[in-house]
Nanobody, 123 residues
Framework: VQFVESGGGLVKPGGSLTLSCTAPTSSLDDYAMGWFRQAPGKEREGVACIASSDGVTNYLDSVKGRFTISRDNAKRTVWLHMNNLKPDDSAIYYC?????????????????WGQGTQVIVSS
């Protein structure tokens, strides 16, 4: 499944962004979905995930209470709403199909990633 991520940008600490992940040609109905991020010099980490249909979610501890993942299967889109952003949230963010058992948040295919969308949190 191919994804297109968008919505990143430059934001000041404490600001908000909403990232979007769309599958242009595939249905997401049967897939648990997740958002991942990779900062320079760091390994990619799972940030949030959501089950295919019942809305169950899971979050990285450092983003709990600040980030919210949501989805609309009819629109083939998954969002990551990010509030109270911190400089440590700066990274390239990617979406992916995830293994539907968590924690941890693990991609189903670790060999394919989209282009991602960059988030920079800086004053």
């Amino acid at each position: 499944v191919q994804f297109v991520e968008s919505g990143g940008g430059l934001v000041k600490p404490g600001g908000s962004l909403t990232l979007s992940c769309t599958a242009p040609t595939s249905s997401l109905d049967d897939y648990a979905m997740g958002w991942f991020r990779q900062a320079p010099g760091k390994e990619r980490e799972g940030v949030a995930c959501i089950a295919s249909s019942d809305g169950v979610t899971n979050y990285l501890d450092s983003v709990k209470g600040r980030f919210t993942i949501s989805r609309d299967n009819a629109k083939r889109t998954v969002w990551l709403h990010m509030n109270n952003l911190k400089p440590d949230d700066s990274a390239i963010y990617y979406c992916a199909v995830v293994i539907p058992v968590w924690p941890p948040i693990v991609p189903l295919d670790n060999d394919y990633w989209g282009q991602g969308t960059q988030v920079i949190v800086s004053s």
